[in-house]
């Protein structure tokens, strides 16, 4: 595995997301940016109406491409100073923080290109897999397990 660095944060949980706690891990006085993105649960997909999502992970695997996303930004952005991923497992209802993913540096549009670069390789190489509780039109519940990159390959945004 290639080496983190330690200016860097990633991390795995089934607790709540901290969104101020996420920026603080990316801000630095040489950044001029710090561009954060936050995925939260949607009450809509392709039509149908979302109950909750249930994550699960293969977290060493996870981290590993979480730290390859930081090196890959750096060798594009030379710049950038901070690389913070966060995603959260287990049960989450509509509007609640599923990922936070927040990079800093100097300039802004490293930032934000990085970010988005961040949060694109994550939902395709990642191993992190959400169950999709929907409500039927006759009030049942029903489920399915997607791979959260599945969308995105199909052309679909999660």
Known sequence: MLKQN??????????????????????????????????????QTDG???VAL????????ALQVFNSIAID?????PEVRRVVIHHRLGYLEIGEISVLVAVGSPHRSEAFAACKYAIDTLKYNAP????????TPDGEISSTWVNI???E??????
Do not use: H
Request: aromatic share 14%; with cysteine.
């Open 6 to 43: 330690p200016k860097d944060n990633f991390y795995i949980t089934s607790k709540p997301l901290s969104l101020p706690a996420v920026y603080a891990l990316a801000e630095e006085p040489a950044n001029g940016a710090v561009v954060v993105m936050s995925g939260t649960v949607r009450s």
């Open 153 to 158: 390959r199909s052309g679909k945004s999660c």
């Open 128 to 135: 992190i897999w959400k169950k999709e509780y929907f409500s």
């Open 54 to 61: 249930d994550y699960q992970a293969y977290e060493p695997m």
């Open 149 to 151: 990159g599945a969308w």
């Open 73 to 77: 930004i750096r060798n594009n952005w």
């Open 48 to 50: 149908k109406s979302v």
